[in-house]
T-cell receptor, first 114, second 117 residues
Framework: AQTVTQSQPEMSVQEAETVTLSCTYD???????LFWYKQPPSRQMILVIR??????QNATENRFSVNFQKAAKSFSLKISDSQLGDAAMYFC???????????FGKGTKLSVIP | GAVVSQHPSRVICKSGTSVKIECRSL??????MFWYRQFPKQSLMLMAT?????????EQGVEKDKFLINHASLTLSTLTVTSAHPEDSSFYIC?????????????FGPGTRLTVT
């Protein structure tokens, strides 16, 4: 069975600083995608970034980047130059093998301190 | 990007009545949609997978007679909570798959807050 673990229920960061959110997972697949979703107070789920497992290069989207360690099954999200609008729940997600269904982590609540 | 809408955003109903929630993919065809339930400060819990033109697949522990799902077109899935009770009060979120996408990403609706009094 697939698992996704986010070991940090809550994190905080000073505005303009950098923060890293952790995610580990387990899958028997060799090729897969990984996602980070953001859920702000509005509760709209927003895709932040995705990573293809067969790509060695870490994905980057503006201030958001990942540190993908396939052998360690680790997929952390780094947010640089944190902004007040980054305050949200962040969920790490892994698709089921051969399916579109997602396994979500329990989430990390990020607070940004002005 | 792909947009998914949900209606209504909020609904209050009396115990024993039924309520229908609509999920629409606005700019793409979605043969597969998902329905989630989210309790406060918790992750999303998959309730069922909705496939256009066929019966929904429900997750273990989800009552199919209580949570009726219909996916009659490529852009619309509906979730009907029948004989609602206060314990059904929750935040319901749908998502849709754009099969033309190269990744397996889901696009989410904005959610519906259901309150049963």
């Amino acid at each position: 069975a697939q698992t996704v673990t986010q070991s940090q229920p809550e994190m905080s960061v000073q505005e303009a600083e950098t923060v890293t959110l952790s995610c580990t997972y387990d899958t028997s697949e060799s090729d897969y995608y990984l996602f980070w979703y953001k859920q702000p107070p509005s509760r709209q789920m927003i895709l932040v970034i995705r990573q293809e497992a067969y790509k060695q290069q870490n994905a980057t989207e503006n201030r958001f980047s990942v540190n993908f360690q396939k052998a360690a099954k680790s997929f952390s999200l780094k947010i640089s130059d944190s902004q007040l609008g980054d305050a949200a729940m962040y969920f790490c997600a892994l698709p089921w093998a051969g399916s579109y269904q997602l396994t979500f982590g329990k989430g990390t609540k990020l607070s940004v301190i002005p | 990007g792909a947009v998914v809408s949900q209606h209504p955003s909020r609904v209050i109903c009396k115990s024993g009545t039924s309520v229908k929630i609509e999920c629409r993919s606005l700019d793409f065809q979605a043969t597969t949609m998902f329905w989630y339930r989210q309790f406060p400060k918790q992750s999303l819990m998959l309730m069922a997978t909705s496939n256009e033109g066929s019966k929904a697949t429900y997750e273990q522990g989800v009552e199919k007679d209580k949570f009726l799902i219909n996916h009659a077109s490529l852009t619309l899935s509906t979730l009907t909570v029948t004989s609602a009770h206060p314990e059904d009060s929750s935040f319901y979120i749908c998502s849709a798959i754009d099969r033309t996408s190269v990744a397996y990403e889901q696009y989410f609706g904005p959610g519906t807050r259901l309150t049963v009094t």
